[in-house]
């Protein structure tokens, strides 16, 4: 089946890039996409990228995809701490199904 | 109105109780879900009804039962749940029904405790 991973926790300070990365295993899903989950919250989804497009962008969120590797990846500009959160990468598994990775744990300091 | 509305947001109960968590979603969504989130893990999928007729089964215990009343609700009755139930329960819906559905609105969940 399909396996999604990504590292598990990111540390940045406030005004910097922030670039979480996810790895997967099949490529045979069609969109790609990120969720953010704030503290004691449900998952908002941020954005997501065309399986046929190398790079999305959107204000201040840049999704860059690399078929050839397996990986997707989003930059946050200018990072602040309304950013800090959990940032899941998500594909699709199959009919009505997402496949998550584990998150990764953004923590913004001043 | 593009809220997914999840009640209630904290539920205590024992092993022995027999409660339900409730979702609602106005936005003439077909699809709707329920997720397990263990803390520090990503959600897990459990159930999936697709135009109010249940579509997949994630293997779930049959101590979770859920319920579709009609196109803007979606139930989770539980009863006999252990200690290793505790959970947020997440109830998400999307617009389209299909193999690559990725775009879901999510609830705040239901934060459930069993003691």
């Known amino acids: 089946g399909e396996d999604v991973e990504q590292s598990l926790f990111l540390s940045v300070r406030e005004g910097d890039s922030s670039v979480i990365n996810c790895t997967y295993t099949d490529s045979s899903s069609t969109y790609l996409y990120w969720y953010k989950q704030e503290p004691g919250a449900g998952l908002q989804l941020l954005t997501y990228i065309f399986s046929n497009m190398d790079m999305k962008q959107d204000q201040r969120l840049t999704v860059l995809l690399n078929k050839k590797d397996k990986h997707l990846s989003l930059r946050i500009a200018d990072t602040q701490t309304g950013d800090s959160a959990i940032y899941f990468c998500a594909l699709s598994g199959g009919y009505n199904k997402l496949i998550f990775g584990a998150g990764t744990r953004l923590a913004v300091h001043p | 109105d593009t809220e997914v509305t999840q009640t209630p947001k904290h539920l205590v109960m024992g092993m022995t109780n027999k409660k339900s968590l409730k979702c609602e979603q106005h936005m003439g969504h077909r699809a709707m879900y329920w997720y397990k989130q263990k803390a520090k893990k990503p959600p897990e999928l459990m159930f999936v009804?697709?135009?109010?007729?249940?579509?997949i089964n994630e293997s779930v215990p049959s101590r979770f039962s859920p319920e579709c009343p009609n196109s803007s609700l979606l139930n989770l009755h539980l009863h006999a749940l252990q200690p290793e139930d505790s959970a947020l329960y997440l109830c998400?819906?999307?617009?389209?029904?299909?193999?690559?559905?990725?775009?879901?609105?999510f609830g705040e969940g239901s934060r459930l405790t069993v003691l």
């Open positions: 998400a819906s999307s617009q389209n029904t299909g193999k690559n559905t990725g775009e879901l609105f």
């Open positions: 009804y697709s135009y109010e007729k249940l579509s």
